[in-house]
T-cell receptor, first 110, second 113 residues
Framework: DQQVKQNSPSLSVQEGRISILNCDYT??????FLWYKKYPAEGPTFLIS?????DKNEDGRFTVFLNKSAKHLSLHIVPSQPGDSAVYFC?????????FGAGTTVTVRA | DAGVIQSPRHEVTEMGQEVTLRCKPI?????LFWYRQTMMRGLELLIY????????DSGMPEDRFSAKMPNASFSTLKIQPSEPRDSAVYFC???????????FGPGTRLTVL
């Protein structure tokens, strides 16, 4: 049973524009959420996180929004850059255990 | 800091052979996780160690899989005997107690023929 879902397998965006990645979860016990970025032949790299007591966290070009009532979070990347082309994984935590979504492949077009 | 180190990066073996994957965690990190990534199942947790002690091995698929952490600097994941369905990318990740943020190694791509 997939507790974390990323329903868009891919996203194509023009350089300089906003990328919006979405993630839904089903387990109300999740209290910490993370986004990871992955390049081919590398391990996932931690990008940004948010606690369930917040609804927004910002770090440079990356902002994560959390809507607990909808069990939905999103990652905004503004402006998108060619180096942002990668697979992005949403993850949710219940204590130590991370449950990952299937990933969204982002392609930033020049 | 070198980050999480995994070896080998690629392993090709034949069905029935023993496979040993290795992980050196980031110094000072007290949590260590082994994950497997496949197209069908995505990233799934196999086993979690805290302070070198296995805490949760519920994700280990079957008895052919075993993991050890003899000290804070080293962990192994062993598959014996290996089967073609074990072909996947295996990641080691470690954590420093900063909430649940985990830092991943580059992975070992295992192919069992």
């Amino acid at each position: 049973d997939q507790q974390v879902k990323q329903n868009s397998p891919s996203l194509s965006v023009q350089e300089g524009r906003i990328s919006i990645l979405n993630c839904d979860y089903t387990n109300s016990m999740f209290d910490y959420f993370l986004w990871y970025k992955k390049y081919p032949a590398e391990g996932p790299t931690f990008l940004i996180s948010i606690s369930s007591i917040k609804d927004k966290n910002e770090d440079g070009r990356f902002t994560v929004f959390l809507n607990k009532s909808a069990k939905h979070l999103s990652l905004h990347i503004v402006p998108s850059q060619p180096g942002d082309s990668a697979v992005y994984f949403c993850a949710a935590s219940d204590d130590y255990k991370l449950s990952f979504g299937a990933g969204t492949t982002v392609t930033v077009r020049a | 800091d070198a980050g999480v180190i995994q070896s080998p990066r690629h392993e090709v073996t034949e069905m029935g052979q023993e496979v040993t994957l290795r992980c050196k965690p980031i110094s000072g990190h007290n949590s260590l996780f082994w994950y497997r990534q496949t197209m069908m199942r995505g990233l799934e947790l196999l086993i979690y160690f805290n302070n070198n002690v296995p805490i949760d091995d519920s994700g280990m698929p079957e008895d052919r899989f075993s993991a050890k952490m003899p000290n804070a600097s080293f962990s192994t994941l062993k598959i014996q005997p290996s089967e073609p369905r074990d072909s996947a990318v295996y990641f080691c990740a470690t954590g420093d107690g900063d909430r649940d943020t985990q830092y991943f190694g580059p992975g070992t791509r295992l192919t069992v023929l």
